[in-house]
């Protein structure tokens, strides 16, 4: 199907494990996003990406990595997951026409580290 | 930060009456927009008004945008029961990275039938 995607969908991990969270686009959209939401927080920008091979910090990356090697596919790794990184986090891209940045958001992964 | 804040944190009507939220915001931007959360879900886009704009319509949805006061409103009139849900306004910040925008924490609408 097209759109933006996200796996797993849920996910339950203990402290200290690597996490990767997917994300996929089809739409061949320049920019990628990756997004935590939490309680009183609202959406925090993690990572994001303005093509392949670009990535750069947002608001809160520490503990998380990144990488683009295609268009298509933005995954974000926890390298060692702690209590904190429990949240919903969100995939979202644009293609930047005309200097728009309209965002199309995936459904989300529910991390629980235990 | 640029973040915006939406005002109230909450809001709670009847189906038919209309709903007004307010977003403030700190910076010059380029364009202001409205997503919409349903409950376990992605954000989705409302609508779009850019910064030499002051009204907008979509549907149901009026956007006002006041760039002296830092400031929008989304009004949803006529509101019905499918309108629950958190909304969100979001900016970009003139002159930052291209594609980058400033999320708000949200309003959490709840229109009852």
């Known amino acids: 199907d097209a759109g933006i995607t996200q796996s797993p969908r849920y996910k339950i991990t203990e402290t200290g494990r690597q996490v990767t969270l997917m994300c996929h686009q089809t739409?061949?959209?320049?920019?990628m996003f990756w997004y935590r939401q939490d309680l009183g927080h609202g959406l925090r920008l993690i990572y994001y990406?303005?093509?392949?091979?670009?990535?750069d910090k947002g608001e809160v990356p520490d503990g998380y990595v990144v990488s683009r090697s295609k268009t298509e596919n933005f995954p974000l790794t926890l390298e060692s997951a702690t209590r904190s990184q429990t949240s919903v986090y969100f995939c979202a891209s644009s293609d930047g026409a005309g200097g728009v940045e309209t965002q199309y958001f995936g459904p989300g992964t529910r991390l629980l580290v235990l | 930060s640029q973040q915006g804040e939406e005002d109230p944190q909450a809001l709670s009507i009847q189906e038919g009456e209309n709903a007004t939220m307010n977003c403030s915001y700190k910076?010059?931007?380029?364009?202001l927009q409205w997503y919409r959360q349903n409950s376990g879900r992605g954000l989705v886009h409302l609508i779009l008004?850019?910064?030499?704009?002051r009204e907008k319509h979509s549907g149901r949805l009026r956007v006002t945008l006041d760039t002296s006061k830092k400031s929008s409103s989304l009004l949803i009139t006529a509101s019905r029961a499918a309108d629950t849900a958190s909304y969100f306004c979001?900016?970009?910040?003139?002159?930052?990275?291209?594609?980058?925008?400033?999320f708000g924490r949200g309003t959490q609408l709840t229109v009852w039938p």
């Open positions: 910076t010059s931007i380029n364009n």
């Open positions: 739409w061949s959209h320049s920019y």
């Open positions: 008004i850019r910064s030499n704009e």
């Open positions: 990406s303005a093509a392949a091979d670009i990535t």
């Open positions: 979001a900016t970009d910040e003139r002159g930052s990275t291209l594609g980058r925008l400033y």
